[in-house]
């Protein structure tokens, strides 16, 4: 089994929060935000309707039709530019989304592999107020999952500068206001970028003539098994494998998102442990 120095990671069962650093100083740059009395009306946030720009107070954030808007700010390709944008497909919104970084293309295939029902890029700009006069700040997305609405920055952890913290200290206010979670994503736990997207090759709708599928989830039923052994546990064996990694996309299976995936790798059903064994346990046919 590969080793690995953190706790599991249950693909079945993780949210984000288990797969992301996090930047975790927002109390320390809230004394430099203006949230008196009445903040919430002062506080405003500009979206895209219809080709018109419509504000809202933040009191009135949870009553934006989020559905209805585009982008607030559009992004290009250009040569020599800093940063890596594209587009990347989601499974779970059967559509592409822009990016502006490969950290962003990291957090929307994690999105896509955690059920995201939509994302919006650059959903609005939020102007508010601080010690120092007023800003102005457009978060990366937004996102509609499945437990409700996750407002996303995305800033590596070496880049982030003290006007930013201000500006994701006056997010998370308005965030947590409108009821929606808010998380600046600085890095990831180690081997989960890695995994995500060896598993992400087999996510879109798959065929399964020889019904490799259900003899998979079969063996897993009986106990936890190394990745290489569960194939082995099929008719076809190699054919299997590219089924099993279509079924840990979905979380029909779960596997350690914080361990390199091989053959090594412990899989197991949804909703069991994964516990401990000694190599060449699995069941073998």
Same mark, same amino acid.
């Given at each position: ?84 944008? %594209? ?22 295939? *994690?999105? +896509? ?39 996303? +920055? ?8 003290? +006007?930013? *913290?201000?500006?994701? *200290? *006056? ?7 409108? %009821? ?90 949804? %909703? ?14």
């Amino acid at each position: 089994m590969s080793t690995r120095t953190g706790p599991t990671i249950r693909s079945d069962e993780c949210d984000l929060t288990a797969l992301t650093s996090a930047f975790a100083s927002v109390d320390a740059h809230r004394a430099r935000l203006a949230l008196g009395e009445n903040w919430t009306r002062r506080w405003t946030a500009s979206w895209q309707l219809n080709s018109s720009q419509v504000v809202w107070p933040v009191r009135d954030l949870a009553s934006v039709p989020v559905l209805d808007s585009q982008p607030v700010r559009r992004f290009t390709w250009r040569a020599r530019q800093l940063h890596r944008p %594209g587009l990347e497909f989601m499974v779970s919104t059967g559509r592409l989304h822009g990016f502006e970084s490969l950290e962003e293309r990291d957090l929307l295939r *994690a999105l +896509d592999f955690l059920r995201a029902r939509e994302v919006l890029p650059q959903p609005f700009r939020l102007d508010f107020e601080h010690t120092g006069g007023r800003s102005a700040h457009i978060p990366d997305f937004l996102a509609l999952m499945p437990d409700g609405n996750w407002l996303f +920055d995305v800033r590596p952890a070496t880049l982030v500068k003290d +006007d930013d *913290a201000v500006r994701f *200290a *006056a997010t998370w206010e308005v965030a947590t206001a409108a %009821g929606w979670r808010y998380t600046v994503v600085t890095g990831w736990r180690p081997h989960v970028v890695g995994v995500l997207d060896a598993l992400s090759a087999r996510r879109r709708p798959r065929k399964d003539p020889l019904g490799l599928q259900g003899e998979l989830l079969a063996a897993a039923a009986d106990g936890p098994l190394l990745f290489g052994e569960l194939v082995e546990a099929t008719a076809w064996p190699e054919l299997a494998r590219a089924e099993a990694v279509h079924l840990l996309w979905h979380r029909r299976l779960g596997v350690d998102l914080g361990a390199p995936l091989g053959d090594r790798s412990l899989v197991w059903a949804v %909703g069991r442990r994964p516990g401990l064994r000694l190599p060449g346990q699995g069941r073998r046919s």
